[in-house]
């Protein structure tokens, strides 16, 4: 039912998994953990041939808050669980869906443009805080992002930092529809049931035609905004803007 260290639940229905991240208390924020957790289960659920479709889910009431600000680094000597997540997204061949339960932040927006079919519940919404932070988007959003909404609209989304309605995510493309709070697993599970009917190996196939020509492109993309991260984090801007959330005060720029 879960995995060994319960920061990610997983449930199987049939040729569904629901895998949940379950830090509620932190709002599903990542840390390297978490980071290492998920892989872990993406990587299992695309191993096993019983699992044809997976949902990605948050435990409690937030979707996924990004980042955990008490850990903005690896531990010494520790490397950092982020790549090899996104990796494990990038090449995941299976359909991949999300229940957007709440508010998605930064990496809990990002990711879903690495799924495949986003259900919001009607009070989630989004949010692209990296501007914000004093840092860059991640997660080959600055490639992604203008993909899947426009150039003019992503680079809104991104330069105002704003929070987005469920029903303005479904317009711009970021999700697929929005559907009542308690109807979300139940919706996003009959679409699931609906594709784990069909020929497994076909789907498989078809998965990586929609994908695998933008894999260089995101790569290219990731290592731009690494090298990006990497020049922004410990500028002022970047500290003022930690400090400020810690001392839950606005920043001043």
């Not at 299976?94 to 998605?104: D, E, I, Q, R, S």
Request: aromatic share 8%; net charge negative.
């Amino acid at each position: 039912m879960s995995t060994a260290t319960d920061l990610v639940l997983t449930e199987q229905r049939e040729h569904v998994l629901l895998v949940t991240m379950n830090r509620p208390a932190q709002r599903n924020a990542f840390d390297n953990a978490m980071y290492r957790a998920m892989t872990a289960a993406l990587e299992e659920a695309r191993a096993d041939d019983s699992v044809r479709v997976v949902i990605v889910t948050g435990a409690g009431e937030t979707f996924c808050a990004g980042q955990d600000f008490a850990e903005m680094s690896a531990a010494a000597g520790t490397a950092h669980g982020f790549p090899a997540f996104l990796e494990a997204l990038i090449d995941f061949d299976k359909p991949l869906l999300a229940a957007v339960n709440g508010a998605g932040v930064g990496l809990g927006l990002t990711m879903l443009l690495h799924t495949d079919i986003a259900y919001m519940a009607d009070r989630a919404r989004l949010k692209a805080p990296f501007v914000t932070l004093g840092v860059v988007p991640e997660a080959a959003a600055s490639y992604l992002l203008p993909i899947v909404v426009g150039a003019q609209r992503a680079a809104e989304l991104l330069y105002t930092a704003r929070w987005l309605p469920a029903d303005e995510c479904v317009s711009l493309g970021l999700a697929y529809a929005v559907v009542p709070h308690a109807e979300l697993l139940t919706t996003t599970f009959a679409k699931a049931a609906e594709i784990a009917a069909n020929p497994p190996a076909a789907i498989r196939h078809t998965k990586r035609l929609l994908r695998t020509w933008r894999r260089d492109q995101i790569f290219a993309a990731r290592a731009r905004e690494d090298t990006a991260f990497t020049e922004r984090l410990g500028t002022p801007e970047n500290l003022e803007a930690i400090q400020a959330f810690f001392e839950r005060r606005a920043p001043r720029f």
